[in-house]
């Protein structure tokens, strides 16, 4: 298993890891004009003084500021699902959302879920009201924190966690807040991570804006196996074979003749 001392972060391989991420969910099921790229200087709304009322270092600022972003329509609607139920957040139109003053620290809650204890180095990945994902990236260890990680999850990831003690390389208030009940891997694997539940439709859009899980909704396995079923019939995981418009429109299909009492 990989440790600790063998990671080191690098905004440039965090930005590509985040770009291939979404150029991946672009070729399964989302419209890839809703990628947005940063200008070269990078996004202006995200400044040094905003981040700074969030109490966030200038590694995090920097990195903020490069990234692409999933465009999401309106403030909490309509948001491009990149996981589960989930939107990643899109901190250039999150400084809109919540300006400067009282309201920036929703920001701040809403990436970071109920976790207290988060350094100022730690920026969270995931925007949730309802804590349903907290990914928080570590500016200087290099690895993600997915608190609260399924263990079906992290016993079948495609990747290895790191299995370093929490408590060895942190203070016990962070360890408890969220590093001690979390799965961990480096930037680069974790985004492999997720990439591998969706190649095994673990994790299942049914739309070009939502993405369903097998492990929040286990009672449900017929439904599953008639989705996993009609991506393996337009070939899936294979990106060559794959029909993506095609497929998208058979899932809709499906889910109104079978489940039309449920909203997808």
């Known amino acids: 298993m990989p440790q600790l001392v063998d990671i080191t972060y690098s905004e440039e391989v965090t930005i590509a890891a985040v770009r291939d991420y979404y150029d991946y969910l672009a070729r ?4 890839d004009t809703w990628v947005k790229e940063p200008p070269e200087e990078g996004w202006p709304a995200i400044t040094v003084d905003y981040m700074r009322e969030l109490g966030k270092s200038d590694k995090v600022i920097s990195l903020l ?5 999933l465009a999401c329509t309106t403030q909490h609607y309509e948001a491009l699902e990149a996981v589960p139920y989930c939107a990643f957040a899109d901190w250039p139109m999150m400084t809109k959302w919540y300006p400067s003053g009282p309201r920036s ?3 701040k ?5 109920m976790s207290d204890h988060v350094p100022p180095h730690v920026v ?8 349903r994902a907290v990914f928080l990236l570590d500016t200087e260890l290099g690895i993600v924190h997915w608190v609260d990680c399924e263990s079906e999850i992290i016993a079948g990831a495609s990747r290895d966690v790191i299995d370093d003690d929490a408590y060895d390389y942190a203070s016990e208030e962070e360890g408890d807040s969220f590093r001690g009940n979390a799965g961990k891997w480096a930037i680069d694997d974790f985004f492999e991570v997720l990439k591998g539940l969706y190649r095994q439709l673990k994790f299942i859009p049914v739309a070009p804006r939502r993405v369903i899980s097998v492990y929040s909704q286990p009672e449900k396995p017929e439904q599953w196996d008639m989705l996993q079923r009609i991506y393996r019939e337009h070939g899936w995981p294979d990106m060559e074979r794959y029909r993506k418009e095609e497929c998208m429109d058979a899932i809709q299909e499906a889910l109104k003749q079978h489940y039309p009492d449920e909203l997808y």
Do not use: F, N, Q, W
């Open 65 to 69: 500021k490069h990234l692409p972003y």
């Open 28 to 31: 399964m099921y989302m419209d």
């Open 105 to 107: 620290k929703s920001a």
């Open 109 to 113: 809650a809403l990436t970071e879920g």
């Open 124 to 131: 969270g990945l995931v925007d949730d009201s309802e804590d």
